[in-house]
């Protein structure tokens, strides 16, 4: 069986996602302390979960949200296979702004 090549490299080096789900729980406490600039901690779910995530949690720990399953569905494997990735918030809009737009991160990958 062939591997799928996104697993091992990934699409791109560096790129810019939204954060989902920031408005759930508390969450919205920990986007509210965001700021340009700020470095997050990305946790991949474990292996064998339905539908996996890569979860943006800020330096403190606090969830913040997940990314775009198109994103985690790829960044996931390559994540459990050893690859990093950081990740910066570029901006946090407004509460006025749709959650789904409110919290945009950079993200860079390093090789694995």
């Given at each position: 069986m062939r591997e799928d090549a996104t697993a091992t490299h990934p699409p791109v080096e560096q790129f810019h996602s939204a954060v989902y789900g920031?408005?759930?729980g508390r969450r919205m406490e920990a986007v509210?302390?965001?700021?340009?600039?700020?470095?997050?901690i990305l946790v991949p779910d474990p292996p064998g979960?339905?539908?996996p995530a890569v979860w943006?949690?800020?330096a403190g720990g606090d969830v913040v949200g997940h990314l775009p399953f198109a994103v985690s569905?790829?960044?996931v494997p390559w994540m459990l296979?050893?690859?990093r990735c950081r990740a910066r918030v570029q901006?946090?809009?407004a509460d006025d702004v749709a959650s789904w737009k409110r919290v945009?991160?950079?993200l860079t990958l390093a090789a694995i």
């Open positions: 920031t408005v759930f509210h302390r965001l700021h340009a600039g700020d470095a997050l979960t339905d539908n943006v949690h800020a569905g790829w960044l296979r050893g690859g901006r946090v809009e945009i991160v950079h």
